[in-house]
Each structure stands twice: as C-alpha cells, then as structure tokens.
C-alpha cells in the first residue's frame, strides 16, 4: 500500500505541474480540473501513511522512528504528522487542498485571473512535493523491519497536539493561496476591489485556523512542559506568530482595499509577506538550527533545501512586485486624519513589532555565526515588543469610529481624552487599592479601552436599539474579536506581572503555603499506563473551606526512553492552582519530593480571548444575505 501512496504523489507532481503550466497560460478549467487531480492523488499518498501507522507497519521507516504497538490508537494516527516527513506530506495535502478549493469556490468574471493564481499556487505545491518526494520522502521501506517501533515523542502523546499541527498548517499554507492571488494580481496589473473581495475571504481562511492553532500550541504548552506559564518566547512559538502578526495587519489592509480601493499596492505587499514569514517559520522549525521542544531533529541540508525554497518563490515575488507595484494605482484619495489614515499607521506599527519578534528570534542565530554566544528572552520582547504593540491597541478603537476619506480633529480629542480618564481611574484603583505594578495597570487600561471602544462601534453603528441586532455578522464579528483583545490582555498582564512561583521540598505529611492556599503531600505511588509508567504523588490544597486533590506525575516512556512531566492544574474564578512533581532525594527521615507550584490569576481570560478573536474572524467570513 505505501508504494501505492508513493505513486500517488508522484501523480500529484505531475498534475500540479499541469495546474501551474494551464495556470499561467490562462486556461482556466484545465488549471482547475488538475487541481482537483493534484489533491485527490494527494490525499490517496497521505491515506496510505495514515494506515501504515495504524496497522503499525514497521516494514516502513516512518513508522518505525515514530511508532510503536502500545501507543493508543489516536497518537498512532497523529503520529502521522508529528514528525518531519509526515508533516510535510500533511503541508502537500493542505497546498493541494487550497488550489482545488480555490478551482471549486472561486468566481470572479475574471477567468485569466483565477486562471494565474491556480497556476501560481500549482507551482507553489510543484516546490513542496518536489522537497517531500526527494528529499524528505515518507514512503521509504527498511530492508530489515524491527519487531517494535521507537515510538512518537512523549511530549507530542497529547490530544491538543494532534490537532495543533493540522491548524497550523491551514493557516500556514492558507497564505500561500492568498500568495498566489497577490502575484496573479501584481502579473494582471490589477489589485483592486473585486480581488480585494476574494483576497479577504481567503486571508480570513488563514488566519482563523492559525489563531486557534497557536492557542492549543499554547496552552499545551503551559500544562504539558510544567514551566508555568503560558508564552515563553520561544523561537518556534515566534515562528507562528510572525506570519499571524502580518496576516493581522493584512486582514486590516484588505479592508480598506475593498471598501475604497486604496492601499492596493500595500496589501499586495503584506500578502507576499504573510507567505515569506510562514516559508521562513517552516525552515526555522526544520532546518536544526534552533534548540526547541517544538523543533523537528531534521539535518541542515534539508533545511537549506527550504531555505532555497524561501528565497525562489519569495525573491520572484518581491521582484514581481518591485516592477509591477508603481503601476497600480486607483481607490479614493484619503488624508492621514481619516480612518485610511489610522489604518495605515496601525499596519506601520504592527510591521514594526514583528521586525522586533524577527530581530530577537535570529539575533543569537546570527550571533553565534560570528562566533559569539547570546540568547534574548522575555525582557528584550517585553521592552521591545510590548511597548509597540500597546501602541497598536491603544488606535484600534480610533480605526473604527473615525471616518473614510477624512476625519475631524475633534473626534481624536474626544477619543484621547477618554483613554486618559480609563487610565487615570484604573491607575487610581490600580496603584492604590490593588498594588498592581505599572504594566498590569497599563494592560488591563488597554483591555478596558478595548472592549469600550467595541461596545461604542456597535452602539454607533446600530444608532438606535431596536437596529442593534440587525447589524451585519460582519460587524459583530469585528466587535467581537476587538473584544476578544481586550479580554486577552486582561489575562495576559495580569498573569505575567502578578503570577506566584515556589518550589517546595517535601515528605509525607509535610504541608507549606503557595499564595493563600496550604498544599500538603499525602503520598507518592507507583502507576502504570498503556505505554508509559509513572511516580504520581497525591497532593492536597486548602484554602479556607475550598479544598483541592492535585495529582502531578512524572512519566517515563520505556520505548523512547525519555521522562516527561504532567502537570496538575485545579481552576477556581480567580486563576490556576498549578503544580509540577520534580525529582527527589533520601534523607535520614525518607524521602522528599520537589514540586514547583504556581499560581497563575485569571489565565483563562487569555485563551477566552482567543476564542472570541477566532470566533469574531470567522463571523466576518459568513456572506452577507441578499436582500430583495
């Protein structure tokens, strides 16, 4: 069956090569029906991995680095993807799976168009089968199959990461049918409203799945690794939040693209853009270059095959654009005092603060070229990054109210001196009831700032109540996600200025105090799971008449020989009591165990932020209901 996945790609080879040739000839249906061809033969090779690792066929090498019989069956099949090749193999099906959608749903009355970008997007898919089929081929059988497997990374054994990798690469890959819209555009001459329509739908495509695929990466993240918190600016979680920082500021610029015209150029630009950061986060994951729990082990030489793959479709874009973008012009003139205006400023500080994220995650790359040793971690991001983005925020509710062309200046006076008086009240409460420090005051002004401005939009927009909620979906949508910010930074200063950390040392019936509340050992004991056994120690916390089992284990998995640590979290309304087994050591007494506990207040308002930011984006894309 493999050798038959094995032909299967190599089909879809040919016909993605078929796509991009039609493609760029301006032959639209054939260009679409050897996208559809691409795809389903696509989707043929990937089943065929999919059942060698269910039936655990070691006679292929893929599953036998990344398998093992007593894995459950659901970490069989993600085991798919949890790994270099499959996960490229899954890259070539999402790539296919964009040019046959773009062939089934796009419609334009611009067939030499449509016919361009289905090309563009057949050569995109022609570089990564080519990488997958010659030099990270998943289908390669060994001479000698091994009775068992060495099974998938303990850390990657997890239900949120099963499904974190295929979300990300349809944010990921999604950029790149957005990509090929813009060069089809650029090689017409013509990004204008009607593909600023299409350009918007297939970027909202993109950036939903990528925004709840780092949210699980996450989240996974804080109660798989047991470092306590929730973002640790790792250069692979910067990875995935570059191309989502650009598709950000390009879902604000495609706006202004189809509502007046304007910024046709510029949005091109952060299209190209988007694709480059998602090419460049997939070679900073896989070249072996960075040190990372989220990296794949993968030898440099591939990672310069990406490296080169980077360079070839991003260079060709960029000189594409280079000779094409002073011809385009078009759309209605607007002022810098005008909703273009603060759109534009917006996008500009966004762009800015992902130079920052880029600066900081190849800095010590660069460094240890040149033979220096240097790493930068959370206070260079929170000195840099934060202060920028701030800036950002603070505008989003000036984006929305101000007008289109021009705007009058009172209204910034009005709007400045409200985010005055919200930071006055909450520094009053902040400072002197709370003792807060200065960024939570700051974050949760913003949050506040936010959500107001959210509610306002609405309200302005509805004008009178009985409207309110017959505003478009697309409105709501919006409202929801700015919100969603808003609720996001609540959670993020507060848990990042305000977090409790303590390592404890203790033995049975020893009891200490981590942030109001008495945790005491009860015991540690032996356990055994289906691959893996474990010391799991039994641990009680008391607060008042609030009590709280907490169970953390350290796990050991016998087939990869590797130890992992599963955390124990108990949720109450005001934030995460979390605690983490470490190791321990004989005394005259017995024994003592470490833990690290935290508390983390309020982190579920970051992840319900995420929700609502995901939730408000994909409401824009449900299509507006005609009206006779």
Not at 112 to 124: H, S
Not at 280 to 299: E, K, M, N, Q, Y
Not at 422 to 443: K, S
Not at 558 to 567: G, L, S, V
Request: include cysteine; proline fraction near 4%; charged fraction near 15%.
């Amino acid at each position: 069956m493999i050798e038959l996945g094995h032909f299967a790609a190599f089909l879809a080879l040919g016909a993605a090569l078929a796509q991009g040739w039609f493609g760029l000839r301006g032959q639209r249906d054939l260009a679409g029906q050897m996208a559809l061809v691409s795809c389903a033969t696509m989707a043929i090779g990937f089943a065929t991995i999919i059942v060698a690792f269910a039936r655990s066929d070691f006679s292929v090498a893929l599953v036998a680095n990344h398998s093992h019989t007593l894995k459950p069956f659901l970490y069989k099949i993600a085991g798919t993807w949890g790994n270099h090749e499959g996960s490229m193999a899954l890259w070539c099906l999402v790539t296919t799976a964009f040019g046959a959608a773009g062939a089934w749903l796009m419609r334009t009355d611009r067939p030499l168009f449509e016919a361009r970008a289905l090309g563009v997007q057949g050569l995109i898919g022609v570089g990564a089968l080519v990488y997958l089929l010659f030099a990270s081929s998943p289908f390669t059988r060994l001479d000698v199959p091994p009775l068992q497997g060495a099974s998938l990374n303990p850390l990657l054994q997890d239900p949120a990461l099963a499904i974190h990798p295929p979300l990300l690469y349809l944010g990921y890959v999604g950029y790149s049918f957005v990509f090929a819209l813009a060069a089809a555009g650029l090689i017409e001459g013509r990004i204008d409203q009607t593909w600023a329509k299409v350009a918007r739908g297939w970027s909202m495509a993109a950036f939903v799945p990528l925004t709840i695929g780092i949210m699980l990466g996450s989240y996974w993240a804080y109660y798989e690794l047991g470092w306590g918190g929730w973002w640790f600016w790792d250069p692979v979680e910067n990875a995935s939040f570059m191309p989502w920082l650009i598709g950000a500021a390009l879902l604000h610029s495609v706006i202004v693209t189809e509502k007046r015209g304007s910024f046709a150029a510029w949005t091109a630009l952060l299209a190209v853009l988007a694709f480059c950061f998602s090419i460049l986060g997939a070679f900073l994951v896989r070249s072996g270059i960075l040190t990372s729990v989220h990296a794949f082990a993968v030898d440099p030489m591939r990672g310069s095959f990406l490296l080169a793959g980077l360079c070839i479709y991003g260079g060709a874009a960029l000189v594409l654009f280079a000779f094409r973008a002073p011809s385009i012009t078009g759309g209605a003139a607007w002022a810098l005092k005008s909703r273009e205006g603060a759109l534009m400023a917006n996008n500009i500080v966004v762009i800015v603060a992902t130079l920052t994220v880029l600066l900081g995650t190849l800095f010590p790359l660069m460094a240890e070229a040149a033979g220096w040793q240097m790493s930068v971690g959370e206070p260079y991001f929170n000195l840099t990054f934060a202060p920028i983005m701030t800036l950002a925020l603070i505008m989003l509710p000036v984006v929305q109210a101000w007008s289109w062309g021009h705007a009058e200046g009172r209204g910034w006076v009005q709007w400045a001196a409200a985010f005055a008086g919200i930071m006055a009240v909450v520094g009053v409460f902040g400072f002197g009831v709370w003792d807060l420090r200065t960024g939570a005051v700051i974050g949760i002004a913003v949050g506040i700032w936010l959500i107001a401005g959210a509610g306002i939009e609405l309200w302005r927009r509805a004008k009178t109540p009985g409207r309110l909620f017959r505003l478009p979906l697309r409105v709501w949508g919006m409202s929801l996600a700015h919100a969603g910010i808003g609720i996001f930074m609540f959670g993020a200063v507060i848990e990042t200025t305000e977090r409790f950390e303590r390592t404890l040392a203790l033995s049975t019936g020893e009891s200490a105090e981590v942030a109001g509340w008495t945790v005491t050992l009860n015991s540690v004991r032996s356990i055994e799971g289906p691959n893996w056994y474990a010391d799991e120690a039994a641990l009680v916390a008391t607060r008042g008449d609030e009590e709280a089992m907490l169970s953390p284990q350290k796990r050991f998995y016998p087939a990869a020989r590797m130890p992992t640590t599963e955390t124990a979290i108990h949720k109450t309304p005001s934030g995460d009591l979390y605690a983490a087994l470490g190791d321990f050591r004989r005394t005259e007494t017995g024994q003592v165990w470490t833990f690290r506990v935290y508390f983390n207040p309020l982190i579920d308002l970051i992840y319900i932020g995420v929700i609502l930011i995901s939730l408000g984006a994909a409401m824009t894309m449900i299509p507006r209901r005609r009206r006779a």
